[in-house]
Structures are given as structure tokens and as C-alpha cells.
């Protein structure tokens, strides 16, 4: 008899100390649940006006196609040379290369890419000048070609010639990354405006 008294003591007790902690326990819950809706609204609400402000920037109307196709015009004997050779659509190459450099063939960027398409060092062979606008097309355009084979999508082509194909297959589309979340529409755009 002592034992079974002591046991619904202890019971009682532990009963009691739960009924105490549930309230206690679930607004606990109740606060951690409220921050994390509030992340994630906070986050969608952050992805929704990027969604809108990279809608903005693809706009590209044919004033500005036809103006900055101007700026590149001395290279088209070029363009359309190596297009037919990897065959990629002329326009493909042209909205690519203006994107790239807005037709400044001594253009270094900030991660060593070089000339009219942007090319990277390791492209050219020992002695060839990627400056030339020949030699720079010729790469950019064969590139831009077997990214094409690969992909098979004018989108992802043009994001794997940005981010590169290792994060257009790891990310199985268009990497996250912000730089080319940017440059695909703008580059798909101006290209959708040079077919026309």
C-alpha cells in the first residue's frame, strides 16, 4: 500500500509539473513558429520584387537592339562566319557579345575574362592574341556552340556560357547565382529582339 501511494504521489507531482511546463512549452513553440513565418514571408517577398526587378531589366525594346547592333556592326563578317561554322544563330552570338562587352574588344573583366565575348584565358592557345576580335568570335562562338549541343536551350546555353555547364547541371537549370539569374533574360531578350 505505501508503495502504491508513493507511486500516484509521484503522479500527481509529474502531472502537475506538465501541466505547469505545457503552456510554457507551447508558446515557446508558438514564438519560434511565428519567426519562421516571418522568415520565409520576409524571403518570398525578397524573391517576388527580384522576380520583378529581373523582369524589368529583360525588357529590351528595338531601339536599343538596333542602337547597340550599331556598335557591333564592324563585326558581323565575323559573327556570321563562326555562327555557320558552330552553328549558332548569328543574333545568339551578336546579343551575347554585346552583353559581354558592348563591342570593347580590350575589355579585361574582374574575374580575367577577356575581349568581345568575354572569354576566358585557358580558351586560347599559347601565341593567339584574345584581343583579335577574329580569334576572340571564333572562341566565344565555339563555345557558345557546344554549350548549345549540350543543352540544348538557347536559356541554358547562355547560363552555362556565364556560370559555366558544372552549375547549370549541379543546379539542373539556371544557377541561383544573382549575376546570372540577371544576364540570362537580358541576353535572351536582346537575342529574341535580333531575330526580329
Same mark, same amino acid.
Given at each position: 500500500?505505501?508503495?502504491?501511494m ?5 503522479a500527481?507531482?509529474n502531472?502537475?509539473w506538465?501541466?505547469?511546463l505545457?503552456p510554457?512549452?507551447v508558446?515557446v513553440?508558438?514564438?519560434i513558429w ?10 518570398t517577398?525578397?524573391l517576388?520584387?527580384g522576380?520583378n526587378?529581373?523582369?524589368n531589366?529583360? +525588357?529590351v *525594346? ?8 550599331? &556598335?557591333?556592326a564592324e563585326y558581323?563578317?565575323l559573327?556570321k562566319e ?5 552553328g ?7 546579343a +551575347?557579345m ?6 570593347n =574588344?580590350?575589355?579585361v573583366?574582374?574575374a ?10 585557358? &580558351?586560347?592557345?599559347p601565341?593567339?592574341d584574345p584581343?583579335?576580335?577574329r580569334v576572340?568570335?571564333?572562341?566565344g *562562338? ?5 554549350m548549345?549541343? &549540350?543543352f @540544348?536551350?538557347v536559356?541554358? =546555353?547562355v ?7 558544372? =552549375?547549370?547541371?549541379?543546379?539542373? @537549370? ?5 549575376? *546570372?539569374?540577371a544576364?540570362?533574360?537580358r +541576353?535572351v ?8
Open positions: 500500500m505505501n508503495i502504491s508513493r507511486l500516484s504521489s509521484e500527481i507531482l502531472r502537475k506538465l501541466n505547469e505545457f510554457v512549452i508558446s513553440l508558438v514564438v511565428g519567426i519562421i513565418l516571418s522568415f520565409y514571408l520576409h524571403e517577398e525578397k517576388a520584387q522576380i526587378a529581373k523582369t531589366q529583360a +525588357v *525594346t528595338r531601339a536599343q537592339v538596333t542602337e547597340d547592333w550599331g &556598335k557591333l558581323e563578317p559573327v563562326f555562327a555557320v561554322r558552330y549558332v544563330e548569328p543574333a545568339l552570338v551578336r +551575347v554585346w552583353h559581354e562587352s558592348e563591342g =574588344a580590350r575589355l573583366s574582374r580575367g575574362a577577356l575581349g568581345l565575348m568575354q572569354c576566358m584565358p585557358d &580558351k586560347f592557345r601565341g593567339e584581343f583579335n576580335p576572340n568570335i571564333k572562341k *562562338t565555339e563555345y557558345l556552340g557546344l548549345m549541343d &549540350k @540544348g536551350s536559356s541554358l =546555353a547560363a552555362a556560357y556565364n556560370a559555366g555547364p558544372g =552549375a547549370v547541371l549541379k543546379y539542373g @537549370g539556371i544557377p541561383p547565382y544573382p549575376e *546570372t539569374q544576364y540570362v533574360p +541576353v531578350s536582346t537575342y529574341k529582339e535580333y531575330l526580329n
